[in-house]
């Protein structure tokens, strides 16, 4: 089993910038690629940033394109989002997730494990 815990989450000005982490821990791997998604009330889970293990090849929701951006640290089993020029349709509960695999994929489904979700909130 592979656990995630997102953190960093909080409110911050339209403008602004955060950061959101998410630490891995459980099963001990290496080779595996992990993505960013949000969702806010009423509306689906949305693809944002993924990112292959090697950190090599990213990949962006056309909506964050040029104001997020994700990373890895694996000596440190943590992911981030960097999230700058924040918007308020920004606003969503931000997972990090992880697949059992070396390449970045955009789909939900491609993720084997979640995390809880950590709340991004955007003022105007």
């Known amino acids: 089993q592979v656990q995630l815990v997102e953190t960093g989450g909080g409110l911050v000005q339209a403008g602004g910038s955060l950061r959101v982490s998410c630490s891995v821990s459980?099963?001990?791997?290496?080779?595996?690629?992990m993505g960013w998604f949000r969702q806010a009330p009423g509306k689906e889970r949305e693809f944002v940033a993924a990112i292959m293990w090697r950190g090599v090849s990213t990949l962006y929701a056309d909506s964050v394109k040029g104001r997020f951006t994700i990373s890895r640290d694996n000596a440190k089993n943590m992911v981030y989002l960097q999230m700058n020029s924040v918007k308020p349709e920004d606003t969503a509960v931000y997972y990090c997730?992880?697949?059992?695999?070396?390449?970045?994929?955009?789909?939900?489904?491609?993720?084997?494990?979640w995390g809880q979700g950590t709340q991004v909130t955007v003022s105007s």
């Open positions: 997730a992880c697949r059992l695999a070396s390449t970045a994929r955009m789909s939900p489904r491609e993720y084997d494990y």
């Open positions: 459980g099963r001990t791997i290496s080779n595996y690629a």
